[in-house]
């Protein structure tokens, strides 16, 4: 159980979340507006729309997950569902990002159609995809590097898909009509559904699952399962509340670098964040590696915050010292996304402990459903107070939006960082519990008595 993995298999599995990515930006931010300003959708239509997703993921993403767990072909319980999800993502891919001309009436049902069928079919494949990571080395340290390689692509396919629009309008520039957003998703639906079922194949076909024969379990015996798995719900409570206070920041980067510092380098301020967590995600592997994953999650939430709180501050004029301290936050940002995921794998080997099943689709459903509640939770609550406090479109803002500006933007996401450190204070599992956690599930796998592990001063 001790096992490395080359890094072939490690690249193999990451290129999926590269191209995956254009989930992200371009369907939540381009294409709403796109349909709404081009096509006519009513805005508000828009909002319930995407509204009623989230609520729809409620239900999806656990259910896969379960799904995926309970599977069992001649190909593995993941890789089917992989493959096919990504298909269907492609070809949702292109008929949303490509409508044909109609009523304004007859573009909202179609928006709602294929973006409904798009992110069903995203969770189709991102579910077991997510779920394949964990099983695929049991390794302490190696779960690190892997999952670095994987959130690390994942953060170049974001910083990809969200400068595609500008790239393609300056590639084309000859050949595209001002205002040819329609022109601008069909080049990207050309380039983006076959390269994501072509990085789905090649994962597919690359990375091979381990043979596992799962039990058909009681579902709800499952989830007090789960809720039992102390270390995964003090890993679950803390990231979410983390996660809320960091997706407040990206929704109203906008609106802050606009309004309160008086400046339009918001994408320039942006690639900063970007390129930073890139680059230092290798040191956080090393660090991680040395002392602890815990430790350097919470080192990583520290850095990010402490940056963070000094952005309160600033104001008009103040680029310069933004984004120094933009650079900063962004330290520490590869490790938030990262290291969580592989301690994750960490606390789905303790359930294995107590279940004796390796039940990644039910923890990752549960995990990915969180973020989706936390993203949601960000643009929501920061959006309804912003026009709470008076907010006015394209116009001089008053004194009491500027502050309610500094106060949602690097305040609140700085508390929700401190109340996820304290939380986080209390993982359990370190590098030798786990260890002795592997040593006892390989036992009893062997059919032999096992010294269980002391995890909360309690065996298990």
Known sequence: MNDRLPLFTKISYALPAFTLAVIGIPVYVYIPKFYTDALGVPVAAAGVILLAIRLFDAFTDPLIGIISDKAVTRFGRRRPMILTGAILVAASILFLFNPPNLTVTGATAWFVLWVFLLFLSWTIVAVPYESLGPELTFDYKERTSLFAMRDGLLLLGIFAAAASPALIKNIFSGRIASGGEGEVFFIMSLFYSPLITASALWCVFFVKERISTPRITDIFQGLRYV????PFMILLVSYTISAIGNNLPATLILYYVEYVLRSNMADFFLLIYFVTGIVFLPLWIKISGKYGKKQAWLAAMAINTGAF???????????????????????????????????QADVIDYDELMTGERREGQYIGIWSLAKKIAAAAGVG????????????????????????????????????????????????????????????????????????????????
Do not use: W
């Not at 809720?227 to 102390?230: E, T």
């Not at 786990?434 to 096992?450: P, Q, V």
């Open 381 to 460: 609550i920061g959006l309804f107070i912003l026009g709470a406090a008076g907010y006015k479109p394209n116009s001089e803002q008053p004194e009491g939006v500027v502050l309610t500006l500094r106060l949602l933007y690097a305040l609140v996401p700085c508390l929700c960082n401190v109340a996820a450190i304290l939380i986080a204070l209390a993982y359990p599992i370190t590098e030798d519990v786990h260890s002795e956690i592997k040593l006892a599930i390989a036992r009893k796998r062997a059919g032999e008595t096992a010294s269980d592990p002391i995890i909360d001063g309690k065996k298990y």
């Open 309 to 343: 709180f000094g952005v309160f501050f600033l104001g008009a004029g103040d680029t310069t010292p933004y984004g120094v301290l933009v650079f900063l936050s962004g330290i520490g940002f590869g490790a938030t996304l990262a290291i969580p995921s592989s301690i």
């Open 227 to 230: 809720r039992m798995n102390r």
